[in-house]
């Protein structure tokens, strides 16, 4: 798909309810991705949850799995775990 229009998007729509079919993700010119947004600010920009069945990954390689929490219930040698797989990955 393509266009010449400035600032033009890419939208996609599903169903129909009272006012009209419903738009549920927008890909706009400068490469934002809206699902349930119109007007995504961001890469990726979701209005709901979303869910991932092994994690999110950041830039700097590591991977989280669970939320955290106030009350860190994880021992130090799982820590130390964590840290020497960690910089084995960066190796």
Known sequence: MY?????????????????????????????????GKKLPSFKLDVTGLINTSEGIRFPDGTIQTTASSSSDTSSSSDKILAEQYIEYLSI
């Open 3 to 35: 266009t010449r229009e400035p600032n033009s998007s890419i939208r996609f729509y599903t169903n129909m309810d009272e006012n009209g079919i419903i738009e549920r993700m927008r890909i706009t010119g400068d490469g934002n991705i809206g699902i």
